[in-house]
């Protein structure tokens, strides 16, 4: 019995696998090409032929066992089915809720006065980023000047580099500032108009030429034929008009208002300091192991603040100081009342110092000054006149006053903490008139005691004349002046009076004639001139 049954059983499974392994038909092209629900005994439900998909019972939720001709290996692809002699066990579906979600407690409240107020730093006026994109802009228009090692090093014990920047084109450190504020110009100007003869005023006529951008100059009738010439052959449209500054000033405005013109004279814009600043990216490559840099600030308080804002960025060490006259102490006084004077009472020789007394001290400028100057010194007239005639001695460098201030610090004296020390002195300008030059000379060399005035009386004799300029000429004394006069005092009927004046090498050999001149003739008398 169990023999038959095991027969019947498997005639029944190996006709079962005929059908199921048997080749496909083709399917039309009616019908859905499904690799899974391919054929009619595939299909959940009855099995009855021509049966479909649709056509079968289904229930949801509970159901009984029915037959299916699924795979064994595809069972797996329907998850949690037990295979049960090749039927299938359909489990009942259990519907879960969603989790509940929970929120967070909100936000705690918390006062203003409970937060932190953290202040931030204020902008820079002027960056170091600022400076070194005005280096990389001008390189090619403004040269590279020279800082050489000075004659006067060893004369005043210290190492003395002279960066000398009146060597440009229009004798004036001004340029650097200049240019790159006209190449930073946003507005689209028909020119531009300065109306003020100076250093600044002669730049801008040159470079905005250059540029190609045209450039009227407003000028008083009361401006020198030369200067006027200058600005003519940089390129300049040049106007006169009125008798004082001031009148041209006015006008300038006037028609620069009146034809879209630019108005343009110095100020401490950002772009103007950011060019006067490459002087000390320069000094500091220039001289290596540098331990101060001196820095004239007449009328040029954007050039110090400048080069402070570039040396004190590159090696804070380094000491800035600068230089102003003592007729015009305007950085000292503004220092001293923690805040820019607008006016200062004082009357400074304009033919030495130009129009010091129309410039001011803007409120940027000074809270530079004020944060990176380690020093301000003020020089006397006499001193910048000598220093002036020790350019033309030792530098073979005619400058004018405004250029010669740093060097007039070190020659009086007022700087003891530098011998020793390499110090880099800005020569700032040389724009002087010729004939200025030689007053400022001949005045200086009375001022460093080599050119002396003296009197002495003489017989009536024959010969006393000639002895005393043969006393003269042994003693190597270049004699300028001479004057004899016969109608003396008084008391002195039958002497005469000569007055010469005779120039020296130096001091020590003043020195030595007054010395001889005064036992040979007790009655010499020197004359201050």
């Known amino acids: 019995m169990n023999f038959a049954a095991q027969l019947f059983y498997s005639s029944y499974l190996s006709e079962r696998l005929e059908r199921l392994y048997a080749p496909r038909p083709a399917l039309k092209g009616s019908e859905e090409n499904d690799p899974f629900w391919q054929r009619d005994e595939l299909c959940l439900g009855s099995a009855q032929p021509g049966c479909s998909f649709k056509s079968g019972p289904v229930t949801n939720g509970t159901a009984g066992r029915r037959p299916t001709l699924i795979e064994p290996e595809r069972l797996k692809d329907f998850g949690e089915e037990d295979l049960l002699n090749g039927d299938v066990k359909v489990h009942d579906d259990k519907v879960t809720e969603t989790p509940e979600i929970v929120l967070m407690d909100p ?70 500032g200049v240019l790159y504020l006209l190449c930073s110009l946003t507005q689209q100007r028909k020119g531009v108009i300065v109306a003020t003869d100076c250093n600044f005023s002669m730049a801008v006529a040159h470079h905005a030429v250059e540029l190609k951008i045209p450039v009227f100059v407003i000028m008083p009738s009361c401006c020198s034929s030369p200067r006027l010439r200058i600005y003519r052959d940089y390129g300049a449209m040049v106007i006169s008009y009125g008798s004082t500054g001031h009148d041209s000033q006015k006008h300038a405005r ?182 200025l030059v030689r007053q400022c000379v001949d005045r200086a060399l009375v001022l460093d005691d080599r050119v002396s005035k003296f009197s002495v009386q003489l017989g009536e004799w024959p010969g006393d004349m000639a002895k005393l300029l043969d006393f003269l000429s042994r003693e190597d004394v270049r004699l300028l002046d001479v004057c004899h006069r016969r109608q003396g005092d008084k008391t002195d009927l039958f002497k005469a009076k000569v007055e010469c004046v005779v120039e020296t090498r130096d001091r020590t050999q003043s020195a030595q004639l007054r010395k001889t001149l005064g036992e040979r003739y007790p009655s010499v008398c020197w004359l201050d001139r």
């Open 254 to 435: 006037h028609l620069a208002s009146e034809n879209g013109y630019m108005y343009l004279e110095e100020d401490e814009s950002a772009a103007y300091l950011a060019g006067l600043g490459t002087v000390g990216m320069e000094i500091y490559e220039q001289v290596p192991k540098l331990d101060a840099v001196i820095v004239p600030a007449a009328g040029q308080y954007g050039l110090l603040a400048g080069t402070a804002a570039a040396i004190k960025h590159l090696n804070s060490k380094i000491l800035v100081i600068g230089i102003e006259p003592e007729s015009f102490p305007l950085l000292l006084q503004s220092l001293k009342t923690d805040s820019p004077v607008k006016d200062i009472h004082s009357n400074p020789n304009r033919k030495l110092y130009g129009d010091l007394m129309e410039r001011s001290l803007g409120e940027n400028t000074f809270q530079l000054a004020k944060k990176l100057v380690d020093r301000v010194i003020s020089v006397s007239e006499e001193d910048s006149l000598v220093a002036m005639l020790r350019f033309q001695e030792f530098e073979r460098s005619t400058v004018d006053t405004e250029g010669a201030m740093g060097l007039a610090a070190i020659l009086a004296g007022q700087l003891p903490e530098l011998r020793g020390k390499k110090v880099a002195v800005v020569v700032t300008s040389a724009n002087m008139d010729l004939e």
């Open 107 to 176: 936000p705690k409240t918390r006062r203003l006065s409970e937060f932190r107020i953290v202040t931030r730093p204020a902008p820079q006026f002027l960056r170091f980023e600022d400076i070194s994109a005005a280096a990389f802009r001008i390189q090619t228009e403004i040269q590279k000047t020279p800082c050489t090692y000075s004659r006067l090093s060893k004369q005043y014990g210290m190492e003395i580099y002279l960066k000398k920047e009146h060597l440009h084109y229009t004798g004036s450190v001004k340029e650097r």
